[in-house]
């Protein structure tokens, strides 16, 4: 069945440091690929999508592309704010009839001033 | 209200006891879904309904039973649960299900505790 695979955390950063968070999945066909983030207190929110394989997906500073060949979808920010501190989720869902979304486990991401 | 709203946002039960938990979606979506999250696994998908509808009902022992009185309010009505429950239950919503994605919007949750 379809699985994601997400990187533990706690993730601990330097306020302006890189971000990566690593995301691969298992999945036939082409599924669509998202990152939700869920701040403390919240439920999760929709941070970005990619919908077919070498897409980009892209908001509030943070990118993630898909790739086919390596089944992965890593996120990306180049400098990251303490206000980014949240769980981040990867997850995929499958195109045609009932869509389930398959979610990874979360990464703790902490940005310290 | 804007978006997802659930209610209560903690509820702490016994085993006995019964309780239930609702949501209320403010976006006019014809889909509603309840999630299971506990710590350091994924989010499990519990059940699914569509205009009213149940569509998915993903092996969940009967002591979580769901309601969908319309498509802007579910409910899952709890019964002699047992402490491996106690998780974040979320409620999302979406505008359909189908071809193509339609993105969820999640409520902020209930955090169970069953003693």
């Known amino acids: 069945g379809d699985s994601v695979t997400q990187m533990e955390g706690p993730v601990t950063l330097s306020e302006e440091a890189f971000l990566t968070i690593n995301c691969t999945y298992t999945a036939t066909g082409y599924p669509s690929l998202f990152w939700y983030v869920q701040y403390p207190g919240e439920g999760l929110q929709l941070l970005l999508k990619?919908?077919?394989?070498?897409d980009k997906g892209s908001n509030k500073g943070f990118e993630a592309t898909y790739r086919k060949e390596t089944t992965s979808f890593h996120l990306e920010k180049g400098s990251v704010q303490v206000s980014d501190s949240a769980v981040y989720f990867c997850?995929?869902?499958?195109?045609?009839?009932?869509?389930?979304?398959?979610f990874g486990t979360g990464t703790k991401l902490q940005v310290i001033p | 209200e804007t978006g997802v709203t659930q209610t209560p946002r903690h509820l702490v039960m016994g085993m006995t006891n019964k309780k239930s938990l609702k949501c209320e979606q403010h976006l006019g979506h014809n889909a509603m879904y309840w999630y299971k999250q506990s710590a350091k696994k994924p989010l499990e998908l519990m059940f699914v309904?569509?205009?009213?509808?149940?569509?998915e009902n993903n092996s969940v022992p009967s002591r979580f039973s769901p309601e969908c009185p319309n498509s802007s309010h579910l409910f899952l009505h709890l019964h002699t649960l047992q402490p491996e429950d106690s998780a974040l239950y979320l409620c999302a919503s979406s505008q359909e299900i189908g071809t193509g994605y339609n993105e969820q919007f999640f409520g902020p949750g209930t955090r169970l505790t069953v003693l």
């Open positions: 990619a919908t077919k394989a070498d």
């Open positions: 997850a995929l869902a499958r195109s045609g009839g009932y869509q389930k979304v398959t």
């Open positions: 309904y569509s205009l009213e509808e149940r569509v």
